[in-house]
């Protein structure tokens, strides 16, 4: 009897354990890890955080940069054209954008650089800021439970200076309103500034994070198997990314975030570790030389009776002769007709500001062998001159005269249609004959009209001028 009854205990101490193991964590959590768990950002470039070097000028639009070790970015890369950056000493900054870079020290700014930054120290400051998706597969639910994001803050205490951070992401302007949680779960709870400290490896190293939490709600959990994305961010309530925390230009600096899940009782349950990194964007530069194609020449101008100077007029006998480099009127028609010749001129350039095209007469022309002159028009005697065109209809009884006009095939001239100017003498009384004041889309043209009349007392004999056009690309 004895002996029966000890193998009953035996049995019974043997057993028990395993049975009030199993039976009383029948309802508790089998905790799995969530599969995939990624955090894809928006923006993986680095923050700038530079310093005002030696050499820099009070109000001067040139800023070297600080190569020492006070300030984690020591050159110019990772600073583009058009960036908008701080400078400033302290809480004095100010705003400026980047026009230029010249080379790994040296950028241009839109306009002259405070004296408060200039004193060794002052800081430079263009911030990069990202959407963070942080997408994941929960592989359990948990009634009433929660989701967090955690992700590398610099210190315990979480900066939120809007300042990059060598080795976290600052809070910047990130506000719980700006999160979107994942599995219609209820509203993120943020407090910028406040970090928790996580200890890890071995051997072992606690670091801080930012914590963005999601609820399940009460009574609510996660679906199990399924994704869903917890977005960080919104608009410009967004983190700011760190800025360079090693020397070596174009190695990322890669950064930890935690995917954990937690029950109703704020309890971890399991906890995902992942990486983030972050570099310098590549800045790729090239160069587009500058353009500019000027001609000169008789498409369309040597046909005579063509109306190349302009609708109700037609070109002179001598315009089957004209060429690019000469307009040869021949024997003149003395009295009150006008001859008149045409030459196109055409202009193309790849500068942003176009073109502007000038003219000007060496000497008024004049007999070659007597030196006797064919005025420069008064236009009827009306007042035009080199500056100033006005309507010339009618040949003088007594004033031979020689002028121009411009007649528009596709090109912004200064010249009101059929009236005429005087050719400035010599380059400093050059006109603007043509112009653009932007990028042409494609070869723009013009005629140039030259005319000619004589009175009956004008001396017979062989005369000649010179005219100089002037092609120059704007910018």
């Known amino acids: 009897m004895k002996k029966g009854l000890f193998r009953v205990l035996t049995f019974l101490v043997l057993i028990l354990p395993i049975y009030l193991t199993f039976f ?28 005002v070097g030696l050499g820099t000028s009070a109000n001067g639009t040139i800023v070297k940069i600080d190569l020492g070790a006070s300030f984690p970015s020591k050159t110019t890369n990772n600073l583009f054209v058009g960036d908008t950056i701080s400078i400033g000493l302290g809480g004095s900054q100010s705003t400026y954008y980047v026009k230029d870079i010249g080379d790994t020290r040296t950028i241009m700014l839109n306009t002259g650089i405070s004296a408060v930054a200039i004193p060794y120290g002052g800081s ?32 315990g205490v979480g900066t939120t200076d809007r300042i990059p951070d060598m080795d976290g992401f600052d809070a910047g302007a990130l506000t ?38 999601c609820p399940a709600g009460a009574g609510s959990s996660n679906p199990v198997g399924v994704g869903g994305s917890m977005i960080v961010g919104s608009g410009s309530s967004l983190l700011i990314n760190p800025s360079k925390n090693n020397d070596t230009e174009g190695s990322a600096d890669v950064l930890t975030f935690i995917v954990r899940h937690l029950d109703s009782g704020s309890n971890v349950l399991d906890q ?34 063509s109306t190349a100077c302009g609708l109700g007029t037609s070109l002179a006998s001598g315009a089957a ?9 021949g024997s003149l028609t003395i009295g009150s007709t006008a001859n008149q010749l045409a030459q196109r001129l055409s202009c193309l350039t790849n500068a942003s500001g176009g073109y502007v095209v000038t003219a000007y007469e060496n000497a008024v022309m004049k007999n070659i062998n007597t030196a006797t002159t064919i005025p420069d028009t008064t236009c009827n005697a009306t007042g035009c001159n080199y500056t100033t065109a006005k309507t010339w209809t009618s040949a003088s009884n007594t004033r031979s005269e020689f002028g121009y006009t411009m007649f528009n095939v596709g090109s912004s001239i200064p010249f009101t249609a059929g009236q005429f100017k005087a050719f400035g003498i010599g380059s400093g009384q ?18 140039v009209c030259y005319r000619i009349t004589v009175h009956t007392g004008q001396e017979a004999g062989d005369y000649e001028s010179k005219i100089t056009y002037t092609a120059t690309a704007t910018f």
Request: hydrophobic share 35%; proline share 4%.
């Open 272 to 305: 995902t570790f992942g990486k983030i990194a972050v570099v310098e964007s590549v800045r790729v530069t090239a160069t587009v030389d500058p353009t500019l194609t000027f001609t000169i020449d008789n498409v369309g101008a040597n046909s005579i009776g």
């Open 430 to 447: 050059a006109q603007n004959i043509m112009q653009r004041t932007a990028l042409p889309g494609s070869s723009e043209s013009a005629y």
């Open 176 to 213: 719980a309103g700006a999160i979107t949680c994942p599995f219609n779960g209820g509203a993120a709870t943020y407090s910028a500034g406040t970090t928790v400290a996580v200890t890890s490896g071995s051997p072992s190293v606690t670091s801080y994070y930012h914590v963005i939490q």
């Open 24 to 51: 009383a964590n029948r309802n508790q959590i089998k905790s799995v890890p969530p599969k995939n768990v990624k955090d894809v950002i928006s923006n993986s470039q680095l923050s700038y955080y530079g310093g």
């Open 321 to 329: 002769n004209t060429t690019s480099s000469s307009v040869i009127f």
């Open 124 to 155: 430079i400051i263009s911030t990069r800021s990202a959407i963070h998706t942080v997408y994941f597969e929960p592989q359990v639910n948990a009634i009433g439970g929660f989701w967090q994001f955690l992700i590398k803050a610099t210190t």
